[in-house]
């Protein structure tokens, strides 16, 4: 029922920067905490920015900590990452997450996009 998509992924260079933007339909979530988790083949899916249901709470990552910033637009039922000074290491599908809770583990949390890919080129 409630779906969330991912977009705004693509191909940058080592330096650059994008936005992505995660939408939400058929349910209101703005009142649930909202994350962003990365992926890449192999390894586990890791924890990457949060943001807490009222907006007052953000927590990052160390490895995007200063490069990356989470936001959210309650108006639009989305939220978004802005992602400056993007390294090759930052390479990984991105998905989005929503949760009754502000938690930095996906296990908790209770509604999932399906990704969208970030390349960053060297």
């Known amino acids: 029922q409630v779906q969330l998509v991912e977009s705004g992924g693509g191909l940058v260079q080592a330096g650059g920067s994008l936005r992505l933007s995660c939408a939400a339909s058929?349910?209101?979530?703005?009142?649930?905490?909202k994350a962003w988790f990365r992926q890449v083949p192999g390894k586990e899916r890791e924890f990457v920015a949060a943001?807490?249901?009222?907006?007052?709470?953000?927590t990052y990552a160390d490895s995007v900590k200063g490069r990356f910033t989470i936001s959210r637009d309650n108006a639009k039922n989305t939220v978004d990452l802005q992602m400056n000074s993007l390294k090759p290491e930052d390479t990984a599908v991105y998905y989005c997450?929503?949760?009754?809770?502000?938690?930095?583990?996906?296990?908790?949390?209770?509604?999932w996009g399906q990704g969208t890919q970030v390349t960053v080129s060297s």
């Open positions: 997450a929503a949760g009754s809770a502000f938690t930095t583990l996906n296990r908790l949390y209770d509604y």
């Open positions: 943001i807490s249901g009222g907006g007052g709470t953000t």
């Open positions: 058929g349910r209101s979530l703005s009142r649930y905490s």
